[in-house]
Structure formats: structure tokens, C-alpha cells
């Protein structure tokens, strides 16, 4: 286990370096290593582990009885997944969690978090005010997500979501981290559409596209 790493993890912060090692055994933590398009967690199964990414990536996806995809949320190094679902185990998963690419996850017990030991651990109610920290930021997200989805049009959400992503950035030149797929996914909407509403907005002036990559113009 690399701990300079777990330091970085919101989930750590305020807690002091020489006690990892002891809340990583604390709440029975484990390292697992996914594939490319592996599953991680399944819609319908209850868990009570949170997930951390320590390498890799992984995607929020919800699949309806058709088969289309829903992208809800990308999660990257140092973020949490399934925190909401492990602090209420009876509720069954709505999502899937799928590997985008070979990542390492930590798993952490969420009930040993929320309830103290039989030696108290003074990390302990660091942990919980970080988790609902964590748990509130998963919740803005969410309505973010619901924000660049509501407009009716394909150009519309797109440029809400670039909107939001230049505002994160602070610079107009953007790197996402959809493919044009997930893009489309994540914004609930037709690939072959997306792809064409984008070559008409670069005609119109509006972005310059390579890839992942946008540059946003300004209307003159």
C-alpha cells in the first residue's frame, strides 16, 4: 500500500499519516484489481464497502430494460463510489460501478466507519465529517448532472456541460473525460446526433473539437 497516496484521499484528510496503517485494518481494508470493462459493483446487489480509486477509473452507469446506457458520473484517483448504498445496506444498488479502464480499488467497511471500536480510535469522527463531506459533494453532482440533461436539445446540454466543465477549469480549452460514447451516454442522448450536432457548432463557431479535447469561442 503506497499511504502518501491515501493521504490525498478526501477521505483521510485531517488524519494523521502514522494512523493508516492501523484504520486500514481497522475497517477491513482490501485491494482489488479490475480490467477493462469489468464489473465492480452490480445493480441490484447491497454492499456495504465503499470503493476508492487509487489507479484507473471507473463509471456510474444505470442500463434500462432496452439496453441503453446512462453515463451518471466519471469517478477518478482519490474519489469514493457507492458511499450512499454502504451507508444503507438494505437498499439494493440502482447502478452499475464498471471499470473504464485497468484500475486498483480499495474497499473500505462503511459500518465500521459509522460505529466507533471498543478502543475508541481518535480518527474515527474525522472519518464520519469527511464521508458526509463526501456524500454532499456526490449529491451536487448528481444535480449537475440532472442541470445538463434538462435542457431539450443535444446542442443545449452540450453546452451546459462544457459550460460548467470551463467554469471548473477556468480556462475555455477543455480535456473531458468521455469518449464520444460516453459523452452521448452521459448526456442521455444519440451518438450518431451528438456527433453531428458538434460538427455544427464548430461550423457555427462555437467550439473547436479534437477528440476529448474543445476549445470554446466566444459569440461575437
Known sequence: MNFPILKKIPLFYGVKPEEIPSILHCLSGQIRSFSKGEMIFCAGESITAVGI????????EIDDFWGSKNILNHVGPGQLFGEAYACSPSEPLMVNVVSVTP???LFLDV???LHTCEKPCSHHQQMIENLLRIMATSNLQLSRRILH???KTIRERLLAYLSYQELLTGSPEITIAFNRQQLADYLSVDRSALSKEIGKMQKDGLLEVKKNEFVLKSRE
Not at 480509486?53 to 456510474?60: A, F, N, Q
Request: hydrophobic residues 35%; without cysteine; neutral net charge.
Open 53 to 60: 480509486v487509487l489507479e484507473g477509473s471507473v463509471h456510474i
Open 103 to 105: 484500475s486498483q480499488i
Open 111 to 113: 459500518p465500521k466507519i
Open 149 to 151: 440533461t434538462t435542457p
